[in-house]
């Protein structure tokens, strides 16, 4: 398949990653010896496993959207059989794969609920339905388990469906001119693309990119088709589906928050195999909107459940912020794809701020219960998902769902961690993420390895030795972080200029096995404020170090957190306790609160009570809620010169 790639790095595949620090790797193995059994046994006491043979009958009818809860699985668990063999993990696999095979129409079609369920309503509701949306994790769990095994089965059958697709949708006159409701189906098509060869799915995945928000809608045409009214749509506007307007034409980032995280992805696919500018001017707005009006301190999207995504610029609730895991976790899809398109450590900044806050918040340390919604508040009695609580209600993780689609994607990202970390190409080593272990690449046709160590993200020195297979001349790019101020670096001890061009420090020089590159980030507490027309965080700030964020928890502070004002003369000391929660960092320092016993038998006083001093400990966000349930808080009242 030729390309037309506009992008200037790739990334290094996870394979040649290993991971040897204290934050991601025990992640990573939590990940694969506990999260992924958990996962394949809920899949198969729900009847997610056996959908796709399931009769009229038989309990657990397979639901729309199950397929896609398989898929990301067996997607997780081969990344996982690509580091780590596992026969018992490859059985399953191969068992479910054959219940697919089993499964499938003579004509390619496959989905256990529009087979099993109703055979007569398949294709006819794009919008509402997931049957494209299903395709595509099918596909991405095919090319993945392909490329972890070499096996066919699984990647012939997805072809086969891959195929019959590409026969029903497209512009000829015989063609349905649709697209999917919920996009995943884009990037999918590219990544099979890639991996067979076929330029037809690449087209397909084109054809989608650019039919979506042309008029008159297909949406509207198919309700007419179902005898239904266009303008009776249960979720509003088409915005909810980023079908409101062709993709190259919109300008905020709006509607469901994970949909639009996975066609942004899917768009940058397109352009980076097509070399479609048009596409990357139209991401670049996109990204400017939602980084700079629609993102919360954390990396978290999508401030409402109401449509499980945006609202307006500013709108960032704490309480009530929903910022799904899946949209956290689709943020680093896309974030990780711009840093290719367009090499800026701004892309960097923001995958590192998701994924060491509101992507790993969505999972316990314990590996088996999983975060739907990532709040910045939780209080007793208050449900980010919307619903009214008993006054003792605790927002707690939960073993599974209903609709699972969060606890399968963060296992697929903790199988593949590894292939953020660095980027290679002409003539430059990039190292984008501060994580122990070692990276083999590819620069200028030889193998570099770069070998890190570091205790970051509680330690801002990073030394890597630099060991290409024989003596060159290239670039090792440093990404300093948009947190940080006053890197130093040296290079075999001598201090050189730190220069960094769009986030990345580029050191030129000839490289020799063994060399060595300090790189020293000052890891201050900061007090981040909001903008102020972010109404909910207004005289409020958050605590970062590095790129952890923090949050009181009433473990270790009672209660009525809201009430808690952190002068800004008030020192915070950041100290390791190495056996809480993992080990991590803690800020620990003086702040000010109210008694409450002042306030016995009334409501309200004209009389202020006076604050006296109270000590406070805050622990990182990504770790909050894996002791006893109470409160938490992100924003604290900020007291100003108090």
Not at 74 to 79: L, P, R, S
Not at 138 to 167: H, N, S, W
Not at 249 to 270: C, F, K, N
Request: charged share 25%; glycine share 8%; aromatic share 10%.
């Amino acid at each position: 398949m030729k390309q037309k790639t506009l992008c200037k790095l790739e990334a290094v595949p996870f394979t040649r990653v290993q991971l040897a620090d204290t934050f991601w790797a025990p992640r990573v193995e939590t990940n694969r010896s506990v999260t992924l059994p958990m996962e394949y046994q809920q899949c198969k006491d729900t009847g997610r496993i056996d959908a796709w043979t399931w009769s009229k009958g038989q309990p657990n009818e397979p639901h729309i959207f199950w397929d896609s809860d398989v898929a990301k699985w067996i997607e997780a668990a081969a990344y996982s059989l690509a580091t780590h063999p596992d026969k018992t993990l490859e059985e399953q696999i191969d068992a479910a794969v054959e219940l697919m095979a089993a499964g499938q129409g003579k004509d390619g079609y496959l989905n256990s609920h529009f087979s099993r369920v109703e055979p007569e309503k398949r294709w006819s509701n794009l919008r509402d339905c997931h049957e494209l949306y299903c395709a595509g994790h099918l596909m991405e769990g095919a090319v993945a388990y392909y490329q972890a095994t070499g096996k066919r089965a699984f990647m012939d059958v997805m072809c086969r469906y891959a195929d019959y697709i590409d026969g029903v949708f497209g512009p000829k006159r015989d063609q349905k001119r649709g697209y999917c409701g919920h996009p995943e189906v884009e990037l999918a098509l590219v990544k099979l693309a890639r991996a067979t060869g076929n330029r037809r799915y690449l087209d397909l995945a084109t054809f989608f990119v650019n039919e979506r928000g042309r008029q008159p809608s297909y949406y509207d045409l198919e309700a007419k088709a179902r005898g239904e009214d266009p303008a009776r749509v249960w979720f509003g506007k088409y915005s909810y589906l980023q079908a409101h307007q062709p993709l190259r034409e919109q300008t905020e980032v709006v509607g469901h928050a994970v949909r639009a995280m996975y066609i942004y992805s899917g768009m940058a696919d397109v352009a980076a195999e097509t070399g479609d500018r048009t596409l990357l001017t139209a991401l670049k707005r996109l990204w400017d909107n939602v980084t700079a009006k629609r993102m919360h301190v954390t990396g978290g999207l999508g401030p409402t459940c109401r449509n499980e995504g945006f609202t307006f610029d500013y709108d960032l609730p704490n309480e009530n912020a929903y910022d799904e895991t899946c949209a956290n976790i689709a943020l680093v899809f896309w974030a990780h794809r711009m840093l290719h398109l367009d090499p800026e450590g701004r892309y960097a900044d923001v995958m590192e701020l998701a994924l060491y806050n509101s992507v790993i918040s969505g999972i316990s340390l314990s590996g088996d219960h999983f975060f739907y919604a990532n709040p910045l508040a939780a209080h007793p009695g208050v449900d980010p998902h919307g619903s009214i609580q008993a006054a003792d209600y605790q927002y707690r993780r939960s073993a599974w769902f209903g609709c699972a689609c969060c606890p399968p994607n963060i296992a697929r990202l903790l199988s593949s961690f590894g292939g953020y970390v660095y980027s290679q190409g002409k003539g430059e080593a990039r190292v984008n993420l501060y994580v122990a272990g070692r990276g083999e690449l590819e620069v200028d046709g030889q193998r570099v390895v770069l070998q890190q160590k570091t205790k970051y993200p509680w330690d801002g020195t990073v030394t890597l030795t630099v060991e290409p297979a024989t003596p060159a001349v290239f670039a090792v790019a440093l990404r300093i972080p948009g947190w940080c101020r006053g890197a130093r670096i040296k290079v075999n001890g001598r201090s050189v200029p730190v220069r960094a061009d769009k986030g990345y420090a580029r050191i030129v020089r000839r490289w020799t096995a063994g060399d060595r590159v300090e790189l020293s980030m000052p890891m201050p507490v900061e007090r981040i404020e909001a903008h102020p027309r972010v109404r909910q965080d207004a005289g409020r700030v958050a605590l970062q170090r590095g790129p952890v964020v923090y949050c009181l928890e009433e473990v270790d502070n009672g209660r009525d957190l809201s009430d808690v004002v952190l002068p800004r003369s008030a020192r915070l000391t950041p100290k390791f306790e190495r056996g809480l929660l993992g080990g991590v960092v803690v800020l620990k320092g003086k702040a000010q609160r109210r008694d409450p016993s002042a306030w016995a038998g009334r409501l309200y006083g004209a009389d202020a009570t006076p604050r006296r001093n109270a000590a406070i400990k805050a622990v990182p966000y990504a770790v909050w809620a894996n002791r006893q349930p109470g409160e938490m808080l992100v924003w604290l009242l900020d007291g100003g010169n108090r």
